[in-house]
T-cell receptor, first 109, second 114 residues
Framework: KQEVTQIPAALSVPEGENLVLNCSFT??????LQWFRQDPGKGLTSLLL?????REQTSGRLNASLDKSSGRSTLYIAASQPGDSATYLC????????FGEGTQLTVNP | NAGVTQTPKFQVLKTGQSMTLQCAQD?????MSWYRQDPGMGLRLIHY???????DQGEVPNGYNVSRSTTEDFPLRLLSAAPSQTSVYFC?????????????FGQGTRLTVV
């Protein structure tokens, strides 16, 4: 059974800092890994999708990497802003999506 | 673009009542699924469907029924609501279940069972 773990569970940083969110998964037989953002009381917004054959994907200030062999993915956020405050979820897809519990990020002005 | 639409956004039920959570997508996606999100437990898969007429159980299916009569709609039925079903429910869809597949989520239904 696939298990997905996200570390840290919560993170508070000052504005402007570069930060890394970690995601690990136990079964490397995945099709892809997807990062989501969730604002309080809202749904999930897709940020980045990394295919199993890819090493990384970039969108603006966000960069996600994938190392299938070690069962790890990281989400790098450059020059963080207060508007980045949210919960970030990663999900590994075999046939089904398996989610981590998320990292709650607070960026302080 | 509407994407994935869930109704209602909020609902309060009494124990024992039944109701249907609606989910519709306009992206012609074959794969649809229902999740519940609870504090400390993340999102857990309830039921999923790989196409019209085909459904299967996920991780936590007890107390819920689904059907898929059309590609667009995937309703979730609570047969006899229990306080343990208080949660936030999300519907998701994707083109398929394999590689190059991005999942899209609705805005959620916040359900309270009293």
């Amino acid at each position: 059974k696939q298990e997905v773990t996200q570390i840290p569970a919560a993170l508070s940083v000052p504005e402007g800092e570069n930060l890394v969110l970690n995601c690990s998964f136990t079964d490397s037989a995945i099709y892809n890994l997807q990062w989501f953002r969730q604002d309080p009381g809202k749904g999930l917004t897709s940020l980045l999708l990394i295919q199993s054959s890819q090493r990384e994907q970039t969108s603006g200030r966000l960069n996600a990497s994938l190392d299938k062999s070690s069962g790890r993915s990281t989400l790098y956020i450059a020059a963080s802003q207060p508007g980045d405050s949210a919960t970030y979820l990663c999900a590994a897809r075999a046939v089904r999506l398996t989610f981590g519990e998320g990292t709650q990020l607070t960026v302080n002005p | 673009n509407a994407g994935v639409t869930q109704t209602p956004k909020f609902q309060v039920l009494k124990t024992g009542q039944s109701m249907t959570l609606q989910c519709a997508q306009d992206m012609n996606h074959e794969y649809m699924s229902w999740y519940r999100q609870d504090p400390g437990m993340g999102l857990r898969l309830i039921h999923y469907s790989v196409g019209a007429g085909i459904t299967d159980q996920g991780e936590v299916p007890n107390g819920y029924n689904v059907s898929r009569s059309t590609t667009e709609d995937f309703p979730l039925r609570l047969l006899s609501a229990a306080p343990s079903q208080t949660s936030v429910y999300f519907c998701a869809s994707s083109y398929s279940t394999g590689d190059f597949t991005e999942a899209f989520f609705g805005q959620g239904t916040r359900l309270t069972v009293v």
